[in-house]
């Protein structure tokens, strides 16, 4: 099974948008892709492909509840399917507190003499669903701010697949995410994370100083398949149809620019780069 | 960090590593226990009543490596600095006969340090400083 977080330092440019272009991408290639909304902001990935309609209930049984092992219902009816065919879980509101929630339930757990690992609860439940027999890949798209969304996203892929500008920021936000990601994988007991793909986004290759901050990004050590274009009118489009790029071209668009159709393609490149890692 | 795939955890199979984690947790909760009976028969002080009772060390108290460890500082250090922790991480943990955290690891060097200003600040005048 192929599992990844989608996550950059940086503000996460596209992160959401790569994060549902590649679900799409590898649903296309016959896979049976789960995807996980674990960003708390309401322009999240729930929001792109149109599930995220009780977010805001109270009442609803919700992700948050079975990372605190207080669970409303069987996880199997946490997902959602989109009308594309991707599964998700979607987002809940009540993950914007999901630091202080597990820090409790630990601290509880902790006093009853209980293990309780608030770090690798999103893997633990994923376990006992059994989700690498009923998946071929998982995608998680984590919050943007360093916490236990973040860290039981990573705990739970060991894979990444980073976005990145093609800025001076860009290759700092690698080397800043390897500082983050050391520490992480010492306090897992000496996991290894794995990054599948960096992933430089919003490219202008008119730009002399991009072309600069490329060539930076091309050189951390790790793969770097593809380069996506500045897109606007593509990723907006999706955004404003709440559909992955490809639906939005299909459904939405009377004639396809050829430059869209590359940039599709592309991701469709990145999305087979990313399969062939995990020999699917 | 690597390039590539990273460690497959989603499959069923738990890895090794973790269980001997657990397993060193659970331990620890049976000596805190047979610590607390002993130590039952005494009087309560109003310090272990303040703890439930549990006075465990703090590396088997905390959640994880990072608990309580707010504060951040970010060092930048030279080749020579990063290869003299390696050969001290592994003098330490051949001491302790235990795997040791880097984050321990450091935090317990800098409090070492810090009872010791005059070798410091020898170390800094090997760098120029205090420099007539």
């Known amino acids: 099974m192929l599992a990844y977080s989608v996550y950059g330092e940086a503000g996460g440019p596209g992160k959401t948008t790569i994060s549902g272009s590649l679900a799409a991408a590898h649903a296309r290639h016959d896979l049976d892709v789960l995807a996980i909304d674990l960003d708390p902001q309401n322009a999240s990935l729930s929001y792109l492909l149109d599930v995220d309609d009780d977010r805001e209930d109270p009442d609803v049984d919700h992700l948050v509840r079975h990372l605190i092992d207080r669970p409303k219902g069987s996880f199997e009816d946490l997902i959602r399917t989109t009308d594309h065919g991707i599964d998700i879980i979607p987002a809940h509101n009540a993950l914007s507190g999901l630091d202080d929630l597990l820090d409790r339930v630990a601290k509880t757990a902790n006093d009853m003499g209980e293990d309780f690992d608030p770090t690798t609860r999103l893997r633990e439940v994923l376990v006992e669903f059994g989700v690498a027999d009923r998946y071929d890949v998982v995608i998680i798209d984590p919050s943007r701010t360093e916490g236990a969304g973040l860290y039981n996203a990573i705990a739970a892929t060991g894979s990444l697949v980073v976005p990145a500008e093609a800025t001076a920021k860009g290759k700092q936000s690698v080397i800043g995410l390897e500082q983050l990601v050391g520490g992480l994988e010492e306090e897992l007991g000496g996991i290894d994370v794995g990054v599948l793909a960096v992933v430089p986004n919003k490219v202008d290759k008119r730009s002399g100083t991009q072309r600069t901050y490329l060539q930076d990004l091309q050189e951390v050590a790790y793969p770097v398949p593809v380069e996506i274009p500045i897109r606007g009118a593509l990723f907006d489009g999706a955004w404003e149809h709440r559909c992955s790029p490809y639906e939005f071209v299909e459904e939405h668009r009377e004639r396809v620019p050829d430059r869209e159709r590359e940039t599709l393609e592309l991701i469709d490149e990145l999305a087979a780069t990313i399969e062939a890692e995990a020999d699917l | ?132």
């Open chain 2, 1 to 132: 960090m690597k390039p590539g795939a990273g460690d497959d955890l989603l499959s069923d199979d738990d890895d090794d590593q973790e269980d001997v984690d657990d397993a060193a947790v659970e331990d620890s909760v049976d000596d805190l226990l047979a610590g607390e009976d002993e130590g039952s028969d005494e009087s309560d002080t109003a310090a272990s009543s303040e703890n439930n009772g549990y006075s465990l060390p703090w590396i088997h108290r905390r959640n994880t490596v990072k608990s309580d460890r707010s504060e951040v500082i970010q060092l930048h250090v030279r080749e020579p600095t990063v290869d003299g922790e390696a050969d001290l991480h592994d003098d330490v943990e051949d001491i302790l006969d235990e795997d040791v955290y880097a984050l321990d690891l450091r935090e317990a060097a800098y409090l070492v340090a810090m009872q010791h200003p005059d070798e410091v600040a020898d170390q800094l005048r090997e760098w120029g400083y205090d420099f007539e």
